[in-house]
């Protein structure tokens, strides 16, 4: 199915919303750069650089 851009933007804002506890904690760890990131980066590469950052502090 097709999903108009409003659907999308939407979706996208879930996303950040549900994730935003979680990346509230790693900033602390981080010093403040994923928060850098949130607001600099496309949405796409600040998720990649989320999942990446989990790994590496869970492993």
């Known amino acids: 199915m097709l999903q108009s851009s409003a659907d999308k933007a ?3 804002m879930v996303k950040k919303v549900r994730y935003y506890k979680d990346v ?3 900033t602390k760890m981080m010093n403040g750069k994923l928060i850098y990131s949130w607001l600099k980066w ?3 590469e600040f998720f990649l650089l ?3 950052k989990r790994r590496e502090y869970i492993s």
């Open 10 to 12: 939407c979706n996208v």
């Open 24 to 26: 509230r904690e790693i």
């Open 42 to 44: 496309p949405c796409g």
């Open 50 to 52: 989320v999942v990446s």
